[in-house]
């Protein structure tokens, strides 16, 4: 591997991996600096390109934007032809006991609004460095695994009803896309709902058992967290393009399994769905007993399990 030290603005080094050079950038500065690695593709083209920007998983306890399976998805989107920025955020949940569900609720809740807020701020640089960096401002696509699903789709939500976090960002501006391997929106308003403009075209892969990031809903009054069912439905409700991919019988090992089988499948709602704006609503269950009876082990952590002691 070879690196090379470069000082432009707030880019650190150069790295060249597998068949992109990796670029990191310090894009903030919170509790602690916060970095991205941008996967820079090895083919040439003239113009600007689309930029997937990607959130890791880890229960917003652990994980990193360094963790293998996360390099190894960014470098394939990137031999596709995307600009990929894998993305620090804070983990708020790192280090949290505590007892009882309304304190666990407040807790979640404010791990979710660091890491959007930090996601924010990740696009917030992309803009203002899309020149340097060769990107489409118009074409970013989020996609995040487990936590960083939940980041992308909350995100998405926030910029939907224009919220305070959003602010950082062009009125103009919407996501391209977004792709979730097993994510959900948290709502203390009920039923989750775009107020100022439609989501973007979305596309949701869950396991129809998931037991870590609910697959449908989970309710109290107005306070709840909304899977990818229960998301699909008011999707389907409200004429929003969606694509959903389900797993059946499969449980959070979704939140990884598509990097490897469903390249394609990702590919094609965003040639199809974000760049050339077919309308689809497509739902598809997938039942594979091979996978079922040989499911692969997810490393990720059960935020709920540390509200223990």
């Not at 598509?258 to 739902?283: A, R």
């Amino acid at each position: 591997m070879k690196k090379t030290l470069l000082f432009v603005g707030f880019l650190l080094f150069s790295v060249i991996t597998f068949g992109a050079q990796v670029v990191t950038y310090q894009f903030a500065e919170k509790d602690s600096a916060l970095f991205m690695d941008v996967y820079m593709p090895s083919q040439e083209i003239t113009g600007k390109r689309p930029c997937v920007l990607y959130v890791f998983g880890g229960g917003f306890v652990t994980g990193s934007r360094l963790d293998s399976s996360v390099v190894a998805f960014c470098d394939t989107l990137a031999e596709r032809g995307f600009v990929v920025a894998a993305i620090d955020y804070r983990l708020g949940m790192k280090g949290k006991k505590m007892k009882g569900l309304f304190s666990a609720a407040k807790n979640v809740e404010h791990a979710i609004n660091l890491a959007v807020e930090d996601l924010f701020s990740a696009i917030s640089f992309l803009i203002a460095h899309s020149d340097v960096l060769t990107i489409d401002p118009q074409k970013i696509i989020l996609m995040g695994s487990s936590a960083g699903a939940i980041t992308v789709l909350q995100s998405d939500y926030e910029l939907g009803n224009r919220t305070e976090v959003t602010k950082v960002v062009p009125d103009s501006f919407r996501f391209a896309g977004v792709v979730s391997f097993a994510g959900a929106v948290f709502s203390r308003h009920g039923l989750v709902k775009y107020k100022t403009h439609a989501p973007a075209p979305t596309l949701m892969f869950h396991g129809t058992a998931d037991k870590l990031v609910t697959y449908n809903k989970i309710q109290f009054a107005n306070l709840g967290f909304f899977g990818t069912n229960a998301l699909g439905k008011r999707f389907a409700k409200f004429g929003y393009p969606h694509y959903i991919y389900r797993y059946e019988e499969l449980g959070h090992e979704v939140a990884i399994l598509p990097h490897n089988l469903n390249v394609n499948d990702i590919c094609w709602f965003i040639e199809n769905m974000v760049f050339q704006q077919k309308f689809y609503q497509i739902d598809m269950l997938h039942k594979d007993i091979d996978l079922i009876n040989n499911r692969p082990s997810y490393s990720g952590i059960d935020p709920f399990t540390f509200y223990k002691e």
